[in-house]
């Protein structure tokens, strides 16, 4: 059985960025070994690339995908505040 692909498009861009730092922020399982688990270096690196991906491409995105991202963007850098100031 083949499983249906969505559409290439901006926001599974973010939403493939998004999912990763979300499992590395322990949120949700990892499909591998269904367990939750933190690693906030790798969070930390997945929300940079969102970052990144902000940056470059500021200014080509519909009002859409700029409040898809703004949003995504907002959310873990909240819980990665939360997580990393509770480890200290």
């Known amino acids: ?18 999912t990763q730092a979300a499992m590395a922020l322990g949120q949700i399982p990892n499909p ?8 906030l270096a ?3 690196f997945a929300i940079d690339l969102l970052q990144v991906m902000d940056e470059k ?3 080509n995105r519909t009002a859409e995908e700029d409040k898809f991202l703004q949003d995504c963007l907002y959310q873990l850098r909240m819980v990665y505040i939360d997580k990393s ?4």
């Open 85 to 88: 100031a509770k480890k200290e």
């Open 1 to 18: 059985m083949t499983q249906e692909l969505p559409d290439a498009s901006f926001q599974v861009l973010v939403s493939t960025f998004a």
């Open 42 to 44: 790798q969070a930390k």
């Open 32 to 39: 591998v070994t269904n367990e939750a688990a933190e690693d």
């Open 57 to 59: 491409t500021q200014g």
